[in-house]
């Protein structure tokens, strides 16, 4: 059952060119506008996704293996973007410069909120390093420069790919950030198609080449991650590695680290700040049934996501077979694609099967498990494989069933595991826009829909109080994700 719900919108895109027929597909496909959203799309992806790895990597390494003056404010620091949603960032920047826009206005703000999700993983491999292949390195006579390039870099290998895919799969699915600029990408396309054809040929056309080049990205990066092995064995060097002394390089690395800063916190912050000086941004009256919406529907999600995901996890670590392994790669396909594809194929499926469900909270619900079913998975799968098995086989032996060994010995140990997966699933469904715009029913106001109809309006005072609730809301997973970062590299 699970992987038939995760697998709708793949089957969606496939009969995309059974039941329309590729002589109507073709010439929506094959016309200048999809051309010219082809080439903004893939340069998007071809130019943001090196510039967040250079971010990201330089500003792990910085942090973790040199001198740089106030190390641990910067290690946080550098997270702090993702706490602040795409969209809102990119508010904060039309508010700042009215003019931005285009490809490099997409770039700074996609590259600015975006690169975290290459420095976290980066910074969590640089810790967990062996230094003894470092110190082995430099005896054999390399420069700081060579050891980085030739026994540092490449064990950043998966990290960077994993951060680099992931990266590449919310460019191409943001919709929001690139709106608000008029930055035209296949996403924005297809919600416009959408809002005037209502999922007719030409959006469904659409949101079959952009499923196209999501499952392109997913290709490529299994393809070339390697067979490469990076555990190390035994316990390696006692004593963390040697720093890198940065010397004269010192005061450059922190101007630009500022410069970063002022970037991707200052200019939305300082817009967010100018906004809520003017008026009574405070005192709108849908501002309540917004927080109560939002904390319904995002924790209904998060709920459902995790009940559905314990069962994936359990038979992933405790039961591995090729058919818990085919399970656990659906959940990861389906959540690749963007949401636009996931909550159109929603929409058609209710529609055609279950009408009573088309724009009802259980559809939103739904879609926030298919695209956040990973974070959770992710999660409760070092939870289960962390907790002894050991344990309730004792549990067994004083004669407990195995339900209630479980329940009694292995639950309370998987407890942590499964309330931060149903807190990054919340706060990620806290922050979604688009499947949320297309599946609500209406009348529903969450923080996300309620900023985006008032900048739609150019109503950007009264959108402010909901920008800063997004912000203190997603504050807790981005302390989740560095936490589990930093525990992680200790292991």
């Keep these: 059952m699970i992987a038939s719900i995760m697998l709708v919108p793949v089957a969606y895109v496939i009969s995309i060119v059974f039941q329309v027929g590729w002589p109507t597909l073709a010439p929506l496909v094959f016309r200048p506008k999809v051309g010219e959203l ?22 792990a390494w910085l942090v973790e293996r040199t001198t740089l003056p106030g190390r641990r404010v910067w290690a946080v620091l550098l997270a702090l973007p993702l706490a602040i949603p795409a969209f809102v960032s990119s508010y904060g920047w039309v508010s700042a410069v009215p003019s931005i826009g285009g ?44 050891v980085f390039t030739s026994v540092v870099l490449p064990q950043l290998r998966l990290a960077i790919w994993g951060g ?67 555990a190390r064995v035994g316990s390696g060097a006692s004593h963390p590695a040697p720093l890198l002394a940065l010397g004269r390089s010192a005061p450059v690395a922190l101007v630009a680290l500022v ?29 309540p049934g917004a927080i109560i919406q939002t904390v319904v529907l995002a924790g209904g999600g998060a709920i459902a996501t995790v009940v559905l995901a314990l069962p994936v996890a359990w038979l992933s670590v405790r039961h591995p077979s090729r058919g818990s392994r085919l399970l656990e790669g659906a959940t990861y396909v389906a959540s690749s694609l963007p949401a636009i594809i996931i909550a159109l194929a929603l929409v058609t499926v209710t529609i055609r099967l279950v009408p009573a469900l088309y724009q009802t909270p259980f559809t939103v619900m739904l879609a926030y498990v298919i695209i956040f079913l990973p974070r959770a998975l992710v999660s409760l799968r070092a939870g289960i494989a962390q907790a ?33 997966g149903a ?37 950007y005072a009264d959108a402010a109080p909901y920008a800063v609730l997004l912000i203190v809301l997603s504050l807790p997973a981005v302390a989740i994700l560095f936490a589990q970062s930093r525990k992680r590299a200790r292991r």
């Design 38 to 59: 082809l080439v903004n799309s893939v340069l998007l992806v071809l130019l943001g996704v090196p510039l967040c790895i250079t971010l990201g990597v330089g500003g």
């Design 423 to 459: 807190a990054l699933v919340a706060l990620g469904a806290a922050n979604e826009l688009t499947a949320t715009l297309l599946l609500a029913p209406n009348g529903t106001r969450t923080l996300a829909t309620q900023f985006w109809s008032a900048t739609s309006a150019v109503a």
């Design 103 to 146: 490809l490099g206005g997409g770039l700074l703000i996609a590259t600015l909120a975006y690169y975290p999700l290459v420095y976290l993983p980066a910074a969590a491999t640089l810790r967990g390093l062996d230094p003894a292949l470092e110190e082995s390195a430099r005896s054999l006579g390399l420069g700081s420069w060579r």
């Design 259 to 287: 410069l970063l800063a002022i970037l991707a916190l200052g200019v939305p912050l300082a817009s967010l700040a100018r906004w809520l000086s003017v008026g009574d941004a405070w005192g709108q009256r849908e501002l």
């Design 388 to 420: 002894p098995v050991a344990l309730e086989e004792a549990a067994r032996s004083l004669g407990s069933s195995p339900l209630m060994a479980r329940v009694r010995v292995t639950l309370p140990l998987i407890a942590p595991a499964v309330g931060a």
């Design 164 to 230: 680099g895919l992931i990266v590449a799969l919310h460019l191409l699915s943001e919709y929001g950030a690139f709106a608000l600029i008029r930055f035209d990408t296949f996403t924005t396309a297809i919600v416009v198609q959408y809002r005037s054809t209502f999922a007719g040929p030409a959006a469904s056309a659409l949101g079959g080449v952009l499923a196209v080049l999501c499952l392109v990205l997913l290709v490529v990066e299994a393809s070339t991650r390697g067979r490469a092995r990076y």
